[in-house]
Structures are given as C-alpha cells and as structure tokens.
C-alpha cells in the first residue's frame, strides 16, 4: 500500500482562488517532499520539509507538516492557469534495506480561466 | 546535455522482446532511480544505484534489471517484455540517496503488445 496518500484525488477552482492539498503518511520520516507534474511531463521538485520543520514557505506554496498526525498539506495561494498539474507528497520508507521516496497517488489540480 | 534525459521517447514493442531504456545526466549526481507511472497507482520505484557500481532493488523490481558503469548513464533493461510492463518510465537522479531532491528525467512510454 503507498506510504503517502493525497487528498483530495481532484481538484477544480477558479484561477486567483487558493488551492490546498494534503498528505497522510504512515510510518515515521526524515522528510517529506512534494513534487508537481504537468501532462505527460517528469516530475518537479517544489519543496522538501524536514521532520522537525513545522511550516515553509517558496513563494507562493505553504507547506505545513504536523508529524504527531503524521500529514502534511500544501497550499498555493492566489492560484493561476500554469498551476494546472499533478501534485505529489513524496515520504522516506526502508525498501529491501535502504531509505527510498515514496510517492502517494497525487491530485490532480485543475485552474479554470 | 542539460539535467536528465531519457530515450526513446516512446516505444511500442512486441511481447517477449527486449528492450532498454536509456537514462544520462550531466548533473555529476551520485544516486538514481528507475520508477514506472501507472494510473491509479502513482510512481513506484523499480530499482536504484546510490553511486557507480553499486544498485539495489526497489518495489517492483522483477523482471526488470539496471547496470551503474559510470556516474551518468543507467540503463533500465526488459529482458523479456510482457503487456503488464506497459507504462509511462522515469529516470531520475539526486546529488545523493539521502535528503535530497530529485530530478526527473522527461520519461518513455512504452507499449508491450
């Protein structure tokens, strides 16, 4: 089963509104990084928090990690037509003995014009 | 070269053929990784290498093997290809296994009939 799950799986809003993700993971991490994906296109990084970070910023995503819930939730304010994408949260699980990403199922993010 | 690239860009390829997939970086990065994208079960690893001449088995790593001769290529090889392998391929790289951001490589489609 994944490690990350994101919800929601879809996401539709008017462009100039705010967009909010989240993440729930099972196991304890290191870190946590989410990662954005346009169409038929390889991943990005956007920004990595760290297991004793509780909030960062780039500037327009929010990331905040609460570990006693184990979730973490990205927010992109003031959203537009270019942020249309896939959004994943990526967590560290041991894999046949060594410390791997993980990548939840993503949402898939839709601004309308 | 600039970042990760990946070749061929897409393939369709007759069940029982093999066939490899080629992954460079000129980013001098010591780790990277091979995952296949599948709808509705997002990225899953299918093996790695931590450093030249080194690699090691992710999540669904059979029927699927890797070569780490030198720090930029790693090659990804079907030795027998079956319709199940069908799917989107990622190459990726980070500067090391552990902490780090991951660069994507722009992926291969490939189609086992």
């Known amino acids: 089963s994944q490690q990350g799950e994101e919800d929601p799986q879809a996401l539709s809003i008017q462009e100039g509104e705010n967009a909010t993700m989240n993440c729930s993971y099972k196991?304890?991490?290191?870190?946590l990084q989410w990662y954005r994906q346009n169409s038929g296109r390889g991943l990005v990084h956007l920004i990595l928090i760290r297991s004793n970070e509780r909030e960062k910023h780039s500037g327009r995503l929010r990331v905040t990690l609460d570990t006693s819930k184990k979730s973490s939730s990205l927010l992109i304010t003031a959203s537009r037509a270019a942020d249309t994408a896939s959004y994943f949260c990526?967590?560290?699980?041991?894999?046949?003995?060594?410390?791997?990403?993980?990548f939840g199922q993503g949402t898939r993010l839709t601004i309308n014009p | 070269i600039a970042g990760i690239t990946q070749a061929p860009t897409s393939q369709i390829l007759a069940a029982g053929r093999r066939m490899t997939l080629r992954c460079t970086q000129d980013m001098r990065h010591n780790a990277m990784y091979w995952y296949r994208q599948d709808l509705g079960l997002g990225l899953r690893l299918i093996h790695y290498s931590n450093t030249a001449g080194t690699t090691g088995k992710g999540e669904v790593p059979d029927g699927y093997s890797v070569s780490r001769a030198n720090t930029d290529d790693f090659p990804l090889t079907l030795a027998s290809a079956v319709p199940s392998q069908t799917s989107v391929y990622f190459c990726?790289?980070?500067?090391?296994?552990?902490?780090?951001?991951?660069?994507f490589g722009p992926g291969t489609r490939l189609t086992v009939l």
């Open positions: 990526a967590t560290e699980v041991w894999i046949q003995g060594a410390q791997k990403l993980v």
């Open positions: 196991t304890s991490i290191n870190n």
């Open positions: 990726a790289s980070s500067v090391s296994a552990k902490y780090n951001e991951q660069f």
